[in-house]
Nanobody, 113 residues
Framework: QVQLVESGGGSVQPGGSLRLSCVVS???????MGWYRQAPGKQRELVAR???????NYADSVKGRFTISRDNAKNTVYLQMNSLKPEDTAVYSC????????WGQGTQVTVSS
């Protein structure tokens, strides 16, 4: 059973930054990985994705502000979030979009003044 452990969330003011980490309990070098978020009352959405070769794409709502990266040696995926907005408030989780392992607990990000 694959385990996903997310960390790095917190409470920040608008315009602030956070860096999220996701450690996976198995090798990820052959997997596309993604960061998802789920706001209260909304469906989970994929906000950033990185292929095994390092190609990235982003939801329009975060493009230019968020950066996804990976360290295969550490089985870890990162999400650098800059210029945060209140609408970014959500629980953030990682997973493999084409495998969908069991979800981890996620990490809460709250953006408010």
């Amino acid at each position: 059973q694959v385990q996903l452990v997310e960390s790095g969330g917190g409470s920040v003011q608008p315009g602030g930054s956070l860096r999220l980490s996701c450690v996976v309990s198995r090798t990820i070098f052959s997997n596309t990985m993604g960061w998802y978020r789920q706001a209260p009352g909304k469906q989970r959405e994929l906000v950033a994705r990185i292929t095994e070769r390092g190609s990235t794409n982003y939801a329009d709502s975060v493009k230019g502000r968020f950066t996804i990266s990976r360290d295969n040696a550490k089985n870890t995926v990162y999400l650098q979030m800059n210029s945060l907005k209140p609408e970014d408030t959500a629980v953030y989780s990682c997973n493999a979009p084409y495998a969908i392992w069991d979800w981890g607990q996620g990490t809460q990000v709250t953006v408010s003044s």
